[in-house]
Antibody
């Protein structure tokens, strides 16, 4: 079955970086994108950006430009999201989701989430 | 501030129907057929319930119905069940960004 398995929880100091992985299985990785969405405690969903599974093209949220990098390794069907210069308001659950784009726009399969805590 | 406006909460009794609205602009909901709805139970990942305004993914109950009129999309849940109690988020493609936009979320309480 189609699934996305994310890496484990992280605790980071302010100013540090975090890299979250998302391993896909059960489908052709290059036929879809991978979107990243985060959710701060008690808050709603926030688009971070997405990466194309075939050519690696990226689209980032303006507020994260310069701090976020999304990459893929097609040999292992794994996507990565790195966030740098972490601040306390980056504390959130980070989700990856399979992203269908082109003649549509939807996230149809989600990972279980990775909790990132930023604290001194 | 979210780009799409949803009511903070709605409630209904088992067996009843409820509707959650999602209001945007002509740049997103009004100008797009790519509106989707996600259900999120506490501590769980979101789940796609409706895509392309009114399509249900395989496995989603036909009690969930999506529609759109002008700049407002709606999610209607009929025959409310206790398991429907969750947060619901709308999302839309937007012509003003390469990303989509989410609504602020609606908490559904089944009384």
């Amino acid at each position: 079955q189609v699934q996305l398995v994310q890496s484990g929880a992280e605790v980071k100091r302010p100013g540090a970086s975090v890299k979250v992985s998302c391993k896909a299985s059960g489908y052709t990785f290059t036929n879809y994108g991978i979107a990243w969405v985060r959710q701060a405690p008690g808050q709603g969903l926030e688009w971070m950006g997405w990466i194309s599974g075939d050519n690696g093209n990226t689209n980032y949220a303006q507020k994260l430009q310069g701090r976020v990098t999304m990459t893929t390794d097609t040999s292992t069907s794994t996507a990565y999201m790195e966030l740098r210069s972490l601040r306390s308001d980056d504390t959130a659950v980070y989700y990856c989701a399979r992203y269908y784009y082109g003649s549509g726009s939807r996230m149809d399969v989600w990972g279980k989430g990775t909790t990132v805590t930023v604290s001194s | 501030q979210s780009a799409l406006t949803q009511p903070a909460s709605v409630s209904g009794s088992p067996g009843q129907s409820i509707t959650i609205s999602c209001t945007g602009t002509s740049s997103d909901v009004g100008g797009s057929n790519y509106v989707s709805w996600y259900q999120q139970h506490p501590g769980k990942a979101p789940k796609l319930m409706i895509y392309d305004v009114s399509n249900r993914p395989s496995g989603v109950s036909n009690r969930f119905f999506g529609s759109k009129s002008g700049n407002t999309a709606s999610l209607t849940i009929s025959g409310l069940q206790a398991e429907d109690e969750a947060d619901y988020y709308c999302s839309s493609y937007t012509s003003s960004s390469t990303l989509g936009v989410f609504g602020g979320g609606t908490k559904l309480t089944v009384l």
